[in-house]
């Protein structure tokens, strides 16, 4: 697999592909990443998934989070609520800051997200190429009821304020419409050996990205097989708020619901191959290869098997279809 294209989000994206560049190394790998859970707080640009991304392929994740950077302080954050200027709830680290600062003024200088994301991974050669899914303002927003009523909030305030305790009953991708794949998305996808499916939010990381305008048909035409990995073990989301994610788009939080969500190829949906747990088995769905092995990435070793599977699924598809 000499170029493979790997649809991820923020913690459970950025894991896989820590392992997938250890069993891959001789690969192109170019990461299309989920930018609909950016935010605009306190002036700056914060964009969650990208610098999950980032910050895990480079080696300094706060690894018991899964975000932000490690050896992390708190003390700018300190110092705002010490104003009183808020919001207190996002977790503005020091070291994050930094990251921000610097995106914002390349932003507000005219860069792209794309050339700002280049040029912040410079600093710790990630060994892959990072993209962000558009270079537009995308933001995920919910529709909740509370007693403050009926309204719209913020991904970021749903996800980190309320705990996604509150029902989500919509998730808009405010101006997806507006949005174009960002420069070398749709080359990677045209150009690719095999495509993953990270095992990311497939409503708020794969979902959104799959709403680009261009992106969706451009995996459909794409003569790589496609490969998913599924995010859900056992009928629960590994990690984050993924049922709470897919109940409101009527998705039951199980590997078969999620892979029928996807669709088979053959059947004008995105899967050729569903990798799910072996919790998950006996399973069948018509149209795509479904295999079983241990998901859950507790450390290097499994992650790296996990990606290896990919690899080794998207290798017989290929064969099977006569591919490279
Ligand atoms: N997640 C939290 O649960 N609490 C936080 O305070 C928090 C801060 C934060 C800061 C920067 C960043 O890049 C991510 C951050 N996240 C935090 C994670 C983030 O909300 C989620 O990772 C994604 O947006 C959902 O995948």
Same mark, same amino acid.
């Given at each position: 697999?000499?170029?493979i294209?790997?649809l991820?989000?923020?913690?459970?994206?950025?894991r896989?592909?820590?392992?997938?560049?250890?069993?891959?190394?001789?690969?192109?790998?170019?990461?299309?990443?989920?930018?609909?859970?950016?935010?605009?707080?306190?002036?700056l640009?914060?964009?969650?998934?990208?610098?999950?991304?980032?910050?895990?392929?480079?080696?300094?994740?706060?690894?018991?989070?899964?975000?932000?950077?490690?050896?992390? %302080?708190?003390?700018?954050?300190?110092?705002?609520?010490?104003? @009183? *200027?808020? $919001?207190?709830?996002? #977790?503005?680290?020091? &070291?994050?800051?930094?990251?921000?600062?610097?995106?914002?003024?390349?932003?507000?200088?005219?860069?792209?997200?794309?050339?700002?994301?280049?040029?912040?991974?410079?600093?710790?050669?990630?060994?892959?190429?990072?993209?962000?899914m558009c270079?537009?303002?995308?933001?995920?927003?919910?529709?909740?009821?509370?007693?403050?009523?009926?309204?719209?909030?913020?991904?970021?305030?749903?996800?980190?304020r309320?705990?996604?305790?509150?029902?989500?009953?919509?998730?808009?991708?405010?101006?997806i419409?507006?949005?174009?794949p960002?420069?070398?998305?749709?080359?990677?996808?045209?150009?690719?050996?095999?495509?993953?499916?990270?095992?990311?939010?497939?409503?708020v990381?794969?979902?959104?990205?799959?709403?680009?305008?261009g992106?969706? %048909?451009?995996?459909?035409?794409a003569?790589?097989p496609?490969? @998913? *990995?599924? $995010?859900?073990?056992? #009928?629960?989301p590994? &990690?984050?708020?993924?049922?709470?994610?897919?109940t409101?788009?009527?998705?039951?939080?199980?590997?078969?619901?999620?892979?029928?969500?996807?669709?088979?190829?053959?059947?004008?949906?995105?899967?050729?191959?569903w990798?799910?747990?072996?919790?998950?088995?006996?399973?069948?769905?018509?149209?795509?290869?479904?295999?079983?092995?241990?998901?859950?990435?507790?450390?290097?070793?499994?992650?790296?098997?996990?990606?290896?599977?990919?690899?080794?699924?998207?290798?017989?598809?290929?064969?099977?279809?006569?591919?490279?």
């Amino acid at each position: 697999m000499k170029r493979i294209v790997v649809l991820a989000g923020g913690f459970g994206g950025a894991r896989f592909l820590r392992g997938l560049r250890a069993v891959a190394p001789e690969s192109k790998i170019t990461v299309v990443a989920n930018t609909g859970d950016d935010i605009t707080l306190f002036g700056l640009r914060i964009c969650p998934d990208l610098d999950t991304l980032m910050y895990t392929l480079g080696g300094v994740i706060n690894e018991k989070t899964g975000w932000g950077r490690d050896d992390e %302080t708190f003390n700018s954050k300190a110092e705002l609520a010490g104003f @009183g *200027v808020g $919001p207190s709830w996002f #977790g503005l680290g020091d &070291r994050d800051l930094a990251t921000h600062l610097i995106r914002t003024e390349m932003l507000n200088a005219g860069y792209s997200l794309t050339d700002v994301t280049s040029a912040l991974v410079k600093r710790w050669e990630l060994g892959l190429e990072l993209l962000p899914m558009c270079d537009e303002r995308v933001e995920t927003h919910v529709r909740i009821s509370d007693e403050d009523g009926d309204r719209f909030i913020h991904f970021q305030e749903w996800w980190i304020r309320l705990g996604a305790k509150v029902a989500a009953e919509q998730f808009v991708a405010l101006n997806i419409e507006q949005s174009r794949p960002a420069k070398g998305v749709l080359e990677a996808i045209a150009g690719a050996d095999l495509i993953i499916l990270a095992p990311s939010n497939p409503v708020v990381s794969t979902g959104i990205i799959l709403q680009v305008p261009g992106i969706l %048909t451009a995996l459909k035409n794409a003569d790589a097989p496609i490969v @998913g *990995v599924s $995010p859900i073990i056992n #009928g629960a989301p590994v &990690r984050g708020m993924a049922d709470k994610c897919l109940t409101a788009i009527g998705v039951e939080t199980n590997a078969h619901a999620v892979g029928a969500h996807y669709g088979a190829r053959s059947a004008g949906g995105l899967l050729d191959g569903w990798l799910v747990d072996t919790t998950d088995l006996p399973m069948e769905i018509n149209g795509i290869e479904v295999r079983a092995l241990n998901l859950l990435m507790i450390d290097p070793v499994t992650t790296q098997a996990i990606a290896q599977e990919a690899l080794n699924l998207g290798r017989a598809l290929s064969n099977q279809r006569g591919g490279s």
